[in-house]
């Protein structure tokens, strides 16, 4: 996704503050968190994720602060930024050419 897109879209723009809209970076795009649908959902944000967030909260969890606190803002950075390292690191290690892209 990035690699085409060009990495400083990624890292010099507001993307990486998805999350002030409830808003989780994942393999197939995001999860709006605020929405009803994740109320009753008790996975991880992404099961693959080892960051400390999809770790110890549900989306269930995320869903109810996210409509009322700021605290979900800064537990859904710490994963949307996880997951950007992670996606980045796999990119280059997969597709070294897309370092000169
Ligand atoms: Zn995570």
């Given at each position: 996704m990035y690699c085409h897109t060009g990495v400083d879209k990624v890292f010099f723009?507001?993307?990486?503050?998805?999350?002030?809209?409830g808003n989780a970076l994942v393999p197939e795009g995001s999860l709006a968190?605020?929405?009803?649908?994740?109320?009753?959902d008790y996975q991880p944000?992404?099961?693959?994720c080892t960051c400390s967030t999809c770790r110890n909260y549900t989306r269930a969890y995320l869903h109810t602060v996210a409509t009322?606190?700021?605290v979900a803002s800064s537990l859904i950075t710490v994963h949307n930024v996880a997951y950007q390292v992670n996606n980045t690191q796999w990119r280059f290690i997969s597709c070294p050419e897309c370092l000169f892209l």
């Open positions: 723009s507001d993307f990486p503050a998805f999350q002030r809209f968190l605020k929405n009803k649908s994740f109320a009753d944000i992404d099961a693959h009322n606190e700021a």
